[in-house]
């Protein structure tokens, strides 16, 4: 890269104008090709390089064409000529600028803005902890000099000055707590116009000038932060660190010198890549001349391998204070001491307790809060139930807004879009599937499968099915599984629903968060579901757990994987696939009709069934937008007659084949093909030759459930009878 830097001009427009967030219109704001294109080449002419970033986000648009087995990994710096290395991709030319950035469009897809930092250094202060720390540095050192200052997308600032000697490196909380600093090859920040992925708010151009030069006092308050950060002495004292950075260290002594810098910054940090940062900027300052890179990694590595052994010694030693039978609360408390400990030792710790009061401890429960048993009089319970209020319904005839359960359905079924379709009308207070009526309120979504991206996408498809705009929902997202086995994450629910308030809270699929349970053992996953339930309903929320079926030809709630759901549950839904179709053509639309059952011992048994259509202007593109439409009408495929009977289990297979295809459809080889596909585990009827043995037996058994068709030259075709007359499901 060559930078052609020249002074920027004052500027008057919206762009550089919008010094605070209460300018941003509260509706999101979208990037147009043209804005981003203007406002990179702009940052190129101040002197500062640019390269892309994901839409609406803050990573690096192409990822690393290294993968971890490549020797290039984590080294290549653009040097294989390919994209994907982050900051080391940016360009100070025009025309790639253009080429990057350019074209029409205003939606999702423009980039967002990239400047990397050559020469320059970087004041990051995050939140109103970030702003504290420097109205503090301020108070100390004095007034920064006026220089350019851009404000992010969430009311935070980035305050820029010029580092031609490249004396700073990026470090978090380098100067105070969330005040980092960002510098060095390698680091960026995110470009004013940019969109920020939370508020989405833009990023604004708050101080138009040239950076002024660094601070001098900048490398002196940031060494002084990490000796208080050490433990030795309050700030000002004389102790050995600071007497270390002020003898420095020349040739010949620089490595034991540093080592011993090493061994003070250590106890101080929990993550490697801050600690190795900061030993490289006081290698640069203190250093004369400084180590080489690699040098300074060595001595990093040694030193924190060994400080990390010491605190694993430690913590084993608490350990071994349990088994010999200490309090379990008073290991808990040393161990919260120790730095590592919410990272690395709590798991370890809840496996060595036997003593559940440990685990409650930890969770930050006592034996009165969530769960204590107690006994009242007939007449006080009586009084206690008058005095509620009247029950109301999350979604109306299906689910009391206090009601906990299960949503349920076989592999492709769709249980995710029902279950965003549920959290998007209740947060809108619409109708869920567009039928049912829900209760308005915030909505928390534990979702494990799909990732960030897939869930978003889905949403806005839902959103736009509905005519809502999704930015302004409340709901909560969490894209990990929380395991609902572990205390501290329970501990972490309780906190999210002070902290929400919601209506509903979701998750999705319960086998990733049931952890270590024993999915067959009843006892066993009676206690886990109380857990969680209780700690909802003390939230004053619903709780809808989203599920698979087993394999096999089990109905109705049978189908649910494992045991304890279905006599746990309040609501029990389950949804069996009637018709999945495809269409081939280019936006691959897909059309999947369920048939419901809603059970419960408060509501009255309800069965509907809804057909989705799912597309995408084009299926090769991942960030193109989805489309989802869904309505709800009769069960769909449902015989009339009222003396339908429940057939042996593989003889109701066959009928749930022919009942699933269209009338005309239901052949040996199309029937076969539907088992091989949703009964794939079966033990009979395992290929086309079995198949049609066994329906000449069911229509010679049974000769008022099916009719055939043996028009001469022509397969058979099977039909149910009376299907003629079944509900449209649409």
């Not at 010094?19 to 804005?35: I, Y």
């Not at 050559?118 to 000099?145: C, H, N, Q, T």
């Not at 900048?218 to 002084?224: F, G, N």
């Not at 084993?316 to 808990?332: R, Y």
Request: hydrophobic residues 35%; charged residues 30%.
């Amino acid at each position: 890269m060559t930078a052609t830097p020249r002074d920027p001009a004052p500027k008057n427009d919206l762009h550089h104008q919008g010094n605070t967030q209460g300018d941003v219109p509260s509706r999101p704001a979208k990037l147009s090709s043209e804005e981003a294109t203007a406002a990179a080449l702009e940052l190129v002419a101040d002197g500062f390089p640019v390269f892309r970033l994901k839409p609406n986000g803050k990573e690096p648009l192409i990822k690393s064409p290294h993968g971890m087995d490549d020797p290039l990994y984590g080294v290549c710096k653009g040097e294989c000529g390919e994209q994907g290395h982050g900051a080391h991709d940016a360009t100070y030319d025009p025309e790639v600028v253009k080429e990057w950035w350019g074209g029409n469009g205003v939606d999702d897809t423009v980039p967002n803005i990239g400047m990397a930092l050559p020469g320059f250094v970087a004041l990051d202060p995050d939140g109103d902890e970030g702003r504290a720390s420097l109205a503090a540095l301020k108070e100390k050192y004095g007034d920064l000099p006026p220089t350019r200052v851009h404000e992010t997308g969430s009311g935070g600032l980035h305050i820029i000055f010029k580092d031609p000697e490249g004396k700073f490196r990026s470090l978090n909380e380098a100067l105070g707590e969330k005040l980092d600093v960002k510098a060095g090859e390698g680091s960026y920040l995110v470009a004013p116009t940019s969109i920020h992925p939370k508020t989405r708010k833009p990023y604004r151009i708050q101080e138009h000038r040239t950076p002024a030069p660094a601070p001098e006092y900048l490398p002196e308050a940031i060494e002084k932060l990490a000796v208080s950060k050490s433990g030795d002495t309050p700030d000002g004292d004389r102790t050995p660190l600071v007497d270390l950075l002020e003898e420095g260290a020349e040739q010949g002594g620089r490595d034991e010198w540093l080592t011993k810098v090493a061994g003070h910054y250590a106890k101080s940090f929990t993550k490697f890549q801050d600690f190795h940062a900061l030993l490289k900027a006081t290698n640069d300052v203190r250093c004369n001349p400084p180590l080489t890179e690699r040098e300074v990694k060595k001595i990093a590595r040694s030193v924190w391998n060994r400080e990390q052994a010491k605190k694993e010694q430690g913590v084993k030693e608490l350990l071994d204070k349990l088994a010999e039978g200490t309090d379990p609360a008073e290991v808990i408390a040393a161990l919260e001491d120790n730095a590592e400990f919410e990272h690395k030792y709590r798991d370890k710790l809840l496996n060595k307790l036997a003593d559940k009061k440990a685990a409650d401890t930890l969770a930050g429960r006592t034996d009165e809060s969530d769960y204590h048993p107690a006994i009242g009089s007939l007449a006080d319970v009586m009084a206690e139930v008058d005095e509620m209020d009247d029950p109301q319904w999350l979604i109306e005839g299906l689910w009391p807004e206090d009601a906990y359960g299960v949503i349920a359905a076989q592999k492709k079924a769709g249980k995710t879009w029902s279950g965003l379709d549920l959290a998007v009308s209740v947060s809108a207070g619409g109708k869920w599937l567009g039928e049912f009526q829900c209760k308005t309120g915030p909505v928390i979504y534990i979702i494990g499968e799909g990732g960030k991206r897939n869930t978003i996408r889905r949403i806005r498809a839902i959103a736009r099915h509905k005519g809502i705009d999704p930015a302004g929902l409340p709901i909560q997202l969490c894209t990990v599984p929380v395991q609902i086995t572990k205390a501290e994450h329970l501990k972490l629910v309780r906190d999210w629903m002070t902290q929400v308030k919601p209506a509903l809270v979701v998750i999705d699929p319960f086998y990733l968060s049931q952890g270590a349970a024993n999915g067959t053992n009843l006892a066993e996953m009676g206690e886990t579901l109380r857990e969680i339930q209780v700690v909802v309903s003390n939230g004053n929320a619903a709780l809808a757990i989203l599920h698979h079926f087993k394999k096999g030809s089990a109905s109705g709630t049978d189908q649910m994987t494992g045991v304890g759901l279905q006599e746990w549950g309040r609501v029990l839904a389950v949804a069996n696939i009637y018709k999945s179709e495809i269409d081939a053509e280019a936006t691959m639309r897909t059309r999947v009709t369920l048939n419901w059952e809603f059970s419960g011992s408060e509501i009255a048994p309800h069965e509907f069934s809804t057909t989705r259509e799912v597309w995408s202007e084009d299926p090769k593109s991942l960030v193109k937008p989805m489309y989802y439409e869904v309505s709800v009408g009769g069960v769909a495929g449902k015989r009339t007659a009222k003396d339908v009977p429940r057939l042996p289990g593989g003889q109701q297979m066959l009928y749930d084949a022919i009942a699933s295809m269209e009338p005309g459809k239901a052949t040996v080889k199309a029937i076969t093909a539907w088992m091989d596909k949703h009964r794939p585990e079966r033990k009979s009827f395992k290929d086309a030759k079995a198949v049609g043995q066994a329906l000449v037996r069911l229509r010679e058994n049974l000769p008022d459930l099916l009719e055939f068709d043996e028009s001469p030259g022509k397969a058979i075709v099977y039909t149910i009878k009376s299907q003629a007359d079944e509900s449209d499901p649409e």
